[in-house]
């Protein structure tokens, strides 16, 4: 098992900065594939950056260019560097993690397996 310890969440101005973390505790192998999602409220749950322990990440396309992902191995966090915040950007985010490499995730093969707690993100003008 694994838990996901997220933070970083916080307030903002359009055009600012946060960095969120994630820290996973436990069996890491479980958390091969570390990535971080987002909800708006009213919206559908939108996978938004991914990294796993060989190093390979991805950003979704709607923060390409303003959000940066890097993963600490040895630590066992996943960081989401935030820039360019937009008011869309507003949602709660939530940390996941599974044993898999990300790519069968988030092209929706397999469901991640476990989940934080979520941190709320707001933007504001």
């Known amino acids: 098992q694994v838990q996901l310890v997220e933070s970083g969440g916080g307030s903002a101005q359009s055009g600012g900065s946060l960095r969120l973390s994630c820290a996973a505790y436990?069996?890491?192998?479980?958390?091969?594939?570390m990535g971080w999602f987002r909800q708006a409220p009213g919206k559908k749950r939108e996978g938004v950056a991914w990294g796993d322990s060989a190093g390979i990440t991805s950003l979704a396309d709607s923060v390409k260019g303003r959000f940066t992902v890097s993963r600490d191995n040895a630590k066992n966090t996943l960081y989401l560097q935030m820039n360019g915040l937009k008011l869309e950007d507003t949602a709660m985010y939530y940390c996941?993690?599974?044993?898999?490499?990300?790519?069968?995730?988030?092209?929706?093969?397999?469901?991640?397996?476990?989940w934080g707690q979520g941190t709320q993100v707001t933007v504001s003008s």
């Open positions: 436990g069996n890491t192998y479980i958390s091969y594939c």
């Open positions: 996941a993690a599974g044993p898999l490499n990300c790519d069968v995730y988030y092209t929706g093969a397999s469901a991640l397996t476990y």
